[in-house]
């Protein structure tokens, strides 16, 4: 076996007698594309190492399209759980033509008992393994069912009526056909009238049944297209609070996708959060239901679901959270000053609960004397439901974060006059606000203000950019990655400045969205960045988060106490995972000289 | 250890330093995200500007330029200083609420006109370019001597060097490079300054001591002054008295000032004015600044004239084979020539220029020698009694050694050169490559082009103008100080009057600006090349308009374009109404009143 792999983890853990011991005992083999290496069900009498190729890992029991589990390139080991269990769960199949390290089983069973640390990782590897599949199990979404399910899977014919029909040939209709909301057309343009609807035009409102159906309905609609990822309808729907969206198809209604209807494709207990979310009318349920967020992280996870994703919909569920408890704890008549959300929260990219950042805008004319003991009792309600304090008091408990938008405006000013003070961190707070309930007309015209005296000052806009560079790039002067024993700092080192970097462009630029990934899209079209970088640079910030998260999670589950927050052990990844970061922390390098450029930070 | 191993590691250690320091500043990973007021001290922020103020031409050329032309060369002092001041309480503070980084980019947005833009952003690249080409030829002295090397080799020794510091390194941005680049050269340039003001004085500061009374061999005080000893020792020689000028004060005072206004333009000390961002500290730094700057600046007159004594004492009419060591070193890279006229063996130093031109050997000292072992020259003798010619350049640098100061303070001069060149040639040399870069092809020729192309436009400009500023550090055109003079006289007279008006009066339109820039840059431009290049027989002071020479015509250029400027700008129509409304503002200290206007 030679030098490099040894030195690769877990194999670094083994003391100098079990190398030698290693070194001796292997033996490497040859596969050719689609030899099966180790089938499942099998015994296997080696663990495997690969040194060139790559090998796929099968699950022979899935239907097809959905078999494969997992790649396993140069430098990665497998079938050593298999070895532990006694035999292989899955298939692994040769995808080119592979080399590998054989380690007898024997030899890795006594390693495995006579080095401890070395021992140890397979022990926690097998467990987490376990795991994870009975998450899946429970679940009942495999990963590839939850990542490729498309709007048109689940879609029902759309019940069209004339608009000159009445309330009740509407209830007939829907009677008739078993469904919850009919579509009327105008010529072009469609409106939607649902159950509810109908009940409150009856009930509430007393119309007649003759009322025509035009007059009730609503034409605001959520819409979808039948490629969309399911999971992006089940975002927008959960955003908008609304139970369905309208499927449209260059321009006409194809078909209308029902809240319930996709809970019971996934019927999966991780969507049921947002349901509860939703239902929850005291305190306690909503408690409940917030609860339960870290666990469908988890889940989230483990079933491999994008990234983009996962954070779209922890973002549109943390919303409806605030709203909601914004709804329970202040008085109805005030309901319309606007409540945002900053920092991560407000970039729509926080996926466990993170501090509460905070504030409140109030209507120009809005009279609300209890508005800070509303305010306290609000900050305290969202700890209650998990969210942690802002270290830095960004809440709207502290009245600096509150008033109305003439104040605001002034802050602004105020913020930006004062860039060697707390200004330009207040301003850099402001900049991801995203409001989550009330009236978010509030916060654009709080944004017009930011925009106008920020974007176009220059020197400001270079203090507002310059701590992209406070931190060096984790690669040394040949451009391979750092690594150094306690693991690069993933966030100061790649996450920071990336997300910083297109924070100070968007505002640049003027660009009303929040997630860092949006904001890429509009940069592109507003022409300030090439499509094809802004791509890579999404996809190196869903790389990075995805790292990040998974040390989060692994903390806390209470491993690897040793490691600081957001370090990444560099020894730890497989060649694979390392190169992808080294090519990730590459683009940020680029990205930094750039930036360095757009905002005269070489001076 | 000898002079050349102190100098590799002085030199090196100082690299060293700058390299450790921006790594240590960088790699911190325990800092905060964000760091209020960016965590700079205003003392630091000062030194940080000083060094950027204080170039090779400060640090070498200037005490050289003084002991030589004794009361004529305090216009240089006069001229920078006063600039630095007009900088930093005339345009800085209002530039800065401007919120534009850049001058080019100010004339552009506030004349709302690419063709002022463009005209400014020509200037500004000839201003940077003159002044780096003097950098490289000081960092190639620097160099030639204590890597014993000829000038040119040296010249592209300080290439490489500038190339990887300002491109490459990213160092520039690091206040505390700068800081530590301060310190090297001040305590180079002061460390002889004081040995040999208590040497030659027994004053300790040189600044006191060039008002003192010298003292004689056995260290007892002489009771003559040595500004009158100095007198006395040039004019026996056949030299002008070193503290009664040869210029008329009405041109002293058109070059002072051409100097002022054209450095009070300089680009790359006004961004260092923005990078502080609170306006108090950035006033406080900028006082720091100044007092960093008088240090240097106050003892250069003294280190001039303790040079120009010194020299005389130890090479005039001495035997060159009994000359001190330097003498042979400087000889070797090309700045010392010595022709013997009268055939005695013995140096004489006297009025005027020994042969014509700049020294060309005629081989290596091995290959040719001549009956004393000089190196000979091929230059036609002239025919006065004048036989060496030293370069001004060399002064500050051969100093310690021709006061016989210890090795060490030797090695450290050389750093203190070194970090003078560096910091203002990567600052120019960026101003340079932004102008062309991001003012030039982005703004006005080529607004397609996209990050990526503008990133390696930046780039390449900077190696072309480290190439052509390196080629005229080799092949000075020998009118350096022309060229100097031109540079500045053209900022002057074309963007001084626009910037100044353009913050001060807010009825200066387009017309006016572009009008009055090419009116004061044709007058002098035409000034300059008919006094300098078409008719060099006529440049005296009395063909000149008004006795103003043609490195003081800057001055009246500048008042030509104010009147046109003002007078064109009342016959046209006035300036947009938002234009307008932001001059009236810029005056105005934001956050003062503002909450009550709104």
Redesign the interface.
Known sequence: MIDQELNQYPFSQLGEAGRRRLQEGTDLAYYEPDDIILDAASTSDSVFLVHKGSVAELDVNAPDGRRQVGVYAAGDLFGAISVLNGQSRYRFRAEQQTLCYLIPAGLFRELCESEVEFGRYFSQRLAEKNQRLAERREGGVTLAGFMLARVEACMREPLIMPEQATVRDAVTALKQHGVDSVLIQHQQHYAIVTKTDLLTALVMSNQSPDTRLAEVAETELVTARPGDYLFAALTRMTRHKVARVVVMEKGVAVGVVELTDVLSFFSSRSYVVGLEIEKADTLEALQLASARLPDLVETLMAQGVKMRFAMDLLAALNGRLMSKAFEMVVPGDQQRACLMVMGSEGRGEQILKTDQDNGLILGEHQQWSGCDQDMQRFTRTLLSLGYPPCPGSVMVSNPQWTGPVSRW??RV??WA??????G??NL?ILTDAHAVAGDPGLLETVRDTLFSRCS?????M??FA??V????TPLNLFGSLKKPLHGI?IK?GAL?PLV?GVRAMALQCRIRETSTLARLDKLVAAG???PG?AEDLGEAMELFSELRLSRQLAKLQGEDETVEDNHIVVQQLSSLERDVLRDALHLVSEFK??L???F???? | MDIQTLTYLFVGGSFALYIGIAIWSRAGSTKDFYVAGGGVSPIANGAATAADWMSAASFISMAGIIAYSGYDASVYLMGWTGGYVLLAMLLAPYLRKFGKFTVPDFIGDRYYSNVARTVAVICVIFVSFTYVAGQMRGTGIVFARFLEVNVNTGVVIGMAIVFFYAVLGGMKGITYTQVAQYCVLIFAFLVPAVFLSIMMTGHVLPQTGFGGTVLDAAGNDSGVYLLHKLDQVVTDLGFTEYTEGSKSTIDVFFIAAALMCGTAGLPHVIVRFFTVPRVKDARISAGWALFFIALLYTSAPAVGAFARLNLIDTVNETQYTELPEWFYNWENSGLIGWVDKNGDGAVQMRAGAPFEGKPTYAGSREETKGSYGERVLTNAPTDNSSEVYIDRDIIVLANPEIGNLPAWVIALVAAGGVAAALSTAAGLLLVISSAISHDLLKKTLMPGINEKQELLAARGAAVVAIVIAGYFGINPPGFVAQVVAFAFGLAAASFFPVILMGIFYKRMNKEGAIAGMLVGLIFTFSYIVFFKFVSPELNNAEHWLLGVSPEGIGTFGMMLNFAVAFAVSRVTAPPPEHIQHIVEDIRIPRGAGEASAH
């Open positions: 405006q002034q000013q105020d006059g004062d860039p060697g003070g707390k330009l961190l850099t176009d000052d220059q020197l400001l270079a203090h310059r701590p560079l406070q931190f060096a700092d100061k920071f910083h300030a960045m090439e970088f000289q750039r360095s450029r757009r005269h930070l070489e001076y």
